[in-house]
């Protein structure tokens, strides 16, 4: 009897080691293992929700006349525009909705069609994202140089000049999912 005494007290003490332990353990593993709270906004995100609301009203932008094969290419285009362009919102225009976009306020504007640009062939141009761009002096207007239909790319005055750059590489993707390439293309090209 005294064995069977001492066997039970030892599982009584074994037992009133081993539960609080569990739940500790198991305690621990929950934190650990539980998903991390849902980060607060931060500054910069408030102080852009706080920002006022793009018009609605249309931008103005010139319709100009394409090619049956231009009109074609241009919508397949600005169906792969996205609905925002780094952060800007997309925005009605007042001529060529099948060949024009814009976002933002103030609005960049996007054309297809129109004539290729000139330029010297000393100038450089610009593979952004496997598409071949060349900006005018001020880094205003990027335009395509490698596609069969030009795209034009017109950033307003804070947007332009150095890193305006990065505009026209965001939209390599649509221009690339929808614009075949030039036969010939300009050196430095690829």
């Not at 920002?51 to 103005?60: D, F, G, K, L, N």
């Not at 996205?82 to 504007?109: C, K, M, S, W, Y």
């Not at 952004?128 to 795209?151: F, K, Q």
Request: aromatic share 6%; hydrophobic share 45%.
């Amino acid at each position: 009897m005294n064995n069977d005494q001492t066997t039970r007290s030892a599982r009584r003490i074994a037992t009133a080691i081993a539960v609080p332990l569990a739940v500790v353990a198991g305690f621990v593993m929950f934190q650990t293992l539980k998903p991390a709270p849902a980060p607060t906004p931060t500054a910069q995100a408030t102080a852009s929700a706080s920002v006022a609301p793009v018009p609605t009203a249309p931008v103005p932008v010139a319709a100009i006349a394409l090619s049956e094969r231009e009109a074609v290419v241009c919508r397949a285009f600005l169906a792969k525009l996205p609905e925002q362009l780094r952060g800007l919102p997309r925005r009605q225009v007042t001529g060529g909705h099948e060949q024009n976009a814009a976002f933002g306020d103030p609005a960049v504007t996007l054309t297809c069609g129109g004539p290729a640009p000139t330029f010297a062939p000393t100038d450089f141009v610009y593979p952004l994202s496997g598409v071949c761009w060349h900006p005018n002096e001020a880094g205003s207007v990027w335009t395509t140089v490698d596609r069969e239909v030009t795209i034009a790319l017109a950033l307003p005055g804070a947007l332009s000049g150095e890193g305006s750059g990065q505009w026209a590489a965001a939209l390599s993707g649509p221009v690339t999912a929808a614009v075949p390439s030039a036969q010939v293309k300009p050196s430095g090209c690829g």
